[in-house]
């Protein structure tokens, strides 16, 4: 009576603990194998395991769910942004390249957007004002299915949907539309696209065209909103060849004018001698004055952006060391964080304007707009671009701020009409004094006081490239062979001046360096660069307690017949670039920590399911070993079997046992769960196990394994 009710109590307990067991055990392989199919990406693991329901909840597959949705949306918006950085990024270079030539220009930007939104075709359409009474859209270039195409199209302003573009100058998009609207197919029978995006090419309200790509597929908003910025971008190149081809045209007019003057000269020279040794005098000075131009012109040719962020309450958060450099000379502030940006404008009507520029990017709108300021009797003009900045749920938090010095372009324009304007007085000062010098050889001192006045021009012009270059706070400076200076600019003086060197011209590099290694390797530099090669360095000095980083370019500068005079250096400030990589570095280095922790969970979760005694392990289909735990594998080790993952059970059992554990086998394998206490015989010993069946199902719901939990109750079994 004793023993019968002693082992009745002892079943009961067994049962309980083994449901308890097998409860934790399932919540547990549950969350071992979404941790692995989140690791090889699948974002939907939790579906096929289930779960989220209440039949596998637990507070560690609840955490591993709410983390694996957080990290899918962290992924899909990452990879957003990254689509269209890459992709602003791709087309600047393209924008950069070959933008002398608009109908090479524009094939590349509509190969290249149809291949990078991955849609069927594409068209840019440009503005044609030539005629200010005739002005229609023309059809600049077409691609399509993988091949360029020829097409002549003419559109009306305000007609069809690109027509109504430029009119409202806005963006169309279009999910339905004509069967007949597409004109373009690809001649193999492939379905039309239905889905059309229109966007205008527009810089502050001025259309210079516009885009259109068609779709068989849903363009997505973040694509949209790519191609809209990419739209100022286009915009702002075509306006500058434009510019560019009317400056063109002007030399041409001054070209052509001056070889009519060269002629004049030759027949002055045949008549007199006098005259034609003051020609040369006056083409030896003209030449020396396109040398300066040149030699100037290439001392200056650097971007000078100005980038900064501003929050809700026009407050600088944060910004480039070019905008801070500019605004501490302005203001007199070092820290510009907090800086109230409507500050800068003490004028009314101007503070009013720049508010209202701000709120429009504030609700959301990306624009560009040029402006005008006078410091100190300089004028300067700049082309500004405001962009929103979002958050994850869409809402504008900030905005950002491009701003663009091109005051060199604006001058470039007004320097060419007035060397038109100049070219076209000389010429007809020329023609007076060749009439006069025919009649009077006496009027030779007139010639000589002309000499006088281009010189005075030479110097005036030099004066003001040099005050030019003195704007920026980069440090230009350019060297002769000897590494002594010809000429620099302020900023590179007063980066000195405060280590005591006085930097003027003349003054040996060589002095600069503490050590012979430094000399040696920058008098490498020059050397490389009066080869003919142009390069960048960047390198890092420490001023007391402050590390700097610098961005170095070497560049040779060459005189009208092609050879190296000098070399010209460009020095710029990217410690706050150098920091910012460093910070993502650093993130990098928390996102691995990240990753360990998780695979030390999983470690935790192996080391878990190895504590139970019982014999637990998983088996495929064709009653294979897939996985199993410590207890299995050395109980079969002492009875001479090594346990290997692929191992046949069914080499365990004899017949009869093989066909009982194989029709278990099936009724798991079709999706049922269930326990059942079977007698094995092991040798001559009868053993008792109570076994335990689950199905396992993969990502697509199907049961790919089956889970065996098998318990040694010999104990209970064998006195009955």
Request: some cysteine; glycine content about 6%.
């Amino acid at each position: 009576m004793n023993i019968a009710s002693l082992s009745f109590v002892s079943k009961d307990e067994l049962v309980r603990m083994r449901e308890r067991i097998n409860q934790l055990e399932s919540q547990i392989n549950i969350a071992t194998e979404f941790v692995r199919e989140i690791e090889k990406g699948n974002w939907n693991a939790g579906e096929g395991l289930g779960i989220g329901t209440s039949a596998a909840s637990s507070a560690l597959t609840d955490s591993l769910l709410s983390l694996c949705n957080q990290l899918q949306s962290y992924s899909l918006a990452e990879k957003e942004r990254n689509w269209v950085t890459e992709g602003l990024a791709q087309f600047i270079d393209i924008l950069r390249s070959k933008n002398e030539e608009i109908h090479e220009l524009t094939d590349n930007i509509i190969r290249s957007l149809v291949k990078y939104m991955n849609v069927n075709q594409g068209a840019l359409y440009l503005i044609n004002d030539d005629n200010p009474n005739d002005v229609f859209i023309e059809m600049a270039a077409c691609y399509a299915y993988n091949r360029k195409k020829h097409m002549e199209q003419r559109i009306n302003i305000g007609e069809g949907l690109a027509g109504q573009a430029v009119i409202e100058k806005d963006t169309i998009y279009l999910s339905d539309i004509p069967r007949d609207y597409v004109k373009i197919t690809s001649g193999l029978g492939e379905a039309l696209p239905n889905h059309i995006l229109i966007v205008p090419l527009k810089i502050e309200e001025k259309v210079f065209g516009v885009v259109e790509v068609a779709a068989f597929e849903t363009i997505p908003k973040y694509r949209i909103e790519f191609v809209q910025k990419l739209g100022e971008s286009i915009a702002s190149t075509l306006a500058n060849v434009k510019n560019g081809q009317k400056t063109q045209v002007l030399l041409q007019q001054s070209r052509t004018q001056t070889e009519m003057m060269r002629s004049q000269e030759e027949e002055m020279r045949q008549n007199m001698e006098e005259l034609n040794a003051t020609q040369e005098e006056m083409q030896r000075v003209l030449k020396g004055v396109q040398n300066k131009e040149k030699y100037l012109n290439e001392i200056i040719n650097a971007p000078k952006d100005s980038i900064y962020i501003l929050d809700k309450e026009y407050k600088v958060m944060s910004y480039n060391k070019m905008f801070g450099a500019s605004l501490e000379q302005t203001t007199g502030v070092k820290d510009l964080k907090g800086f109230a940006f409507l500050d800068l404008f003490p004028d009314a009507a101007e503070r009013k304007k720049q508010k209202e520029y701000m709120d429009r990017a504030f609700a959301g709108e990306n624009f560009e707009y040029s402006s005008e300021y006078v410091d100190k009797g300089i004028t300067s003009c700049y082309s500004t671009n405001y962009a929103p900045l979002r958050d994850e749920q869409g809402k504008v938090y900030a905005i950002a701020g491009f701003s663009k010095d091109i005051t060199e372009l604006n001058n470039a324009r007004k320097r060419a009409e007035e060397l038109l304007n100049d070219s076209k007085q000389q010429t007809e000062e020329l023609k007076t004094q060749e009439e006069e010098l025919r009649q009077n050889m006496e009027e030779l001192s007139a010639t000589q006081d002309e000499i006088h006045r281009v010189l005075s021009e030479v110097q005036g012009k030099e004066r003001y490239m040099n005050e030019l270059i003195n704007a920026s706070s980069d440090s230009i400076l350019t060297v002769d062979r000897n590494m002594k200076v010809i000429n620099c600019n302020e900023a590179f003086k007063k980066s000195y001046s405060g280590f005591g060197f006085e930097i003027d011209k003349g003054f040996d590099l060589n002095n600069l360096f503490a050590s012979d290694e430094d000399k040696k390797k920058y008098a490498s530099y020059y050397e490389r660069v009066f080869k003919g090669e142009s390069f960048k360095v960047t390198e890092e000095y420490t001023f007391g307690e402050i590390n700097s980083n610098f961005s170095i370019l070497y560049s040779p500068i060459k005189d009208a017949e092609g050879a190296i005079i000098a070399a010209a250096v460009f020095v710029n400030d990217i410690t706050a670039l150098s920091s910012a990589k460093k910070e993502v570095e650093k993130l990098l280095a928390e996102t691995n920590n990240a990753y360990k922790e998780m695979a030390e969970k999983e470690r935790y979760l192996n080391e878990l399911i190895n504590v139970s005694n019982d014999s637990i392990f998983t088996m495929n289909k064709e009653y294979k070993v897939v996985s199993f735990n410590n207890a299995l594998a050395k109980g079969l080790e002492q009875s001479g079997v090594k346990l290997e993952k692929g191992f046949d059970m069914m080499l365990l059992l004899g017949k009869e046992d093989q066909e009982r554990e194989i029709a278990n086998y099936k009724r798991a394998f079709k999706g049922e769960s269930f326990e059942a206490v079977n007698k094995i015989k092991v040798g001559d010993i009868n053993m008792w196990f109570a076994i335990n069946y689950a199905p396992l199902y993969d990502s697509d719901g199907t049961i790919s394994e089956i889970a065996i939990f098998s318990k040694d109750v010999t104990a209970l079994y064998k006195d009955k």
